[in-house]
């Protein structure tokens, strides 16, 4: 049983994968229960995928990671991302739903300049999002107007059409996951905000921060298990600030600490907290305080 990933590099190969007809080479609607009986794999789309699996899959294997795939997620995936459970020699029957749709459909359409906004395409399938019913219905009826389109005949505004409609329904999951940012528990979004302040904390008063620089908001989201794009979106959405401006404003609270307190030269500061060039650290604190280092330390000795 090999674990190597399948890679589907088209739509038709995904549609002929399954055992189902394609309607247009760029773009498909799939009703899964329709799909022929299969073997758990791994696989690589090299297209963007949408799933609302409708059956309880087991553990889904996402990168590195393991999720306990439950009844009425989405999991939403860009070009190249891996996904699916290791090969146990079982075959099952697919239930749900799945929209593909390849870049090359949306190229010059307004839903290509817009894509990097929806970035829920960059999240781990552990952040998967969880519809209400009402908000099924909303997913669905989204897939039945692209279908609908697909069935209808191609002319002249079929590719806006469907465009559109990808589009509404991305939209539409933009506004679930928002509003699974809200319905979260409390607690558990206080829980990865103090993660983060303690993780901070502890970078910013060891010889990591020296050696290193300044983290990056990719290494504090990986050591939160998190995917960047997630963690981005939860921070702005609970503080109002990115994860970006909490390490400025802990890098500059630092420093003030240094210039009040100790004789150390802006340049020794400086390489302190990472910067290469004593510039760069100016630079960053003039923008943050709207004063220059020196200025701060002449206005604290007075």
Not at 28 to 47: E, G, Y
Not at 209 to 231: D, M
Not at 274 to 293: A, E, V
Request: glycine share 6%; hydrophobic share 35%.
């Amino acid at each position: 049983m090999s674990q190597i990933p399948t890679i589907i590099d088209s739509i038709p190969q995904y549609n002929e994968h399954l055992g189902l007809e394609t309607i247009h080479p760029l773009v498909s609607v799939i009703d899964l229960s329709k799909a022929k009986s299969m073997r758990h794999q791994r696989t690589v789309f090299n297209f963007y995928v949408i799933f609302l699996k409708d059956v309880k899959c087991g553990d889904i294997i996402y990168g590195r990671q393991r999720y306990d795939y439950q009844e009425g997620t989405v999991v939403s995936l860009a070009p190249g991302q891996v996904i699916g459970i290791e090969d146990n020699g079982q075959t099952y029957q697919p239930r749900g739903w799945a929209l593909c749709f390849d870049p090359e459909l949306i190229r010059g359409t307004h839903l290509f300049s817009t894509m990097k906004e929806y970035t829920y395409f960059s999240y781990d399938v552990h952040e998967a999002l969880h519809l209400s019913r009402d908000e099924r219905d909303l997913f669905l009826d989204c897939l039945n107007k692209i279908d609908s389109e697909l069935h209808h005949g191609t002319d002249r505004l079929s590719k806006r059409l469907i465009a559109n409609n990808i589009e509404l329904l991305l939209n539409y999951c933009l506004r679930f996951y928002e509003r699974q940012f809200i319905t979260r528990q409390q607690a558990a979004d206080s829980q990865i905000l103090g993660n983060f302040e303690t993780l901070l904390n502890q970078y910013f008063t060891s010889e990591t921060l020296r050696e290193n620089g300044l983290p990056t908001v990719r290494w504090c989201a990986e050591q939160l298990c998190l995917s960047p794009n997630y963690f981005g979106d939860l921070v702005k959405k609970e503080t109002g600030r990115t994860p970006q401006e909490f390490i400025h404003t802990m890098a500059i609270s630092t420093a003030k600490h240094q210039l009040h307190h100790t004789n150390r030269t802006i340049s020794e500061i400086a390489f302190d907290l990472g910067f290469d060039y004593p510039q760069h650290f100016s630079r960053l604190f003039k923008s943050i305080t709207g004063i220059t280092p020196n200025q701060y330390r002449k206005s604290s000795e007075n």
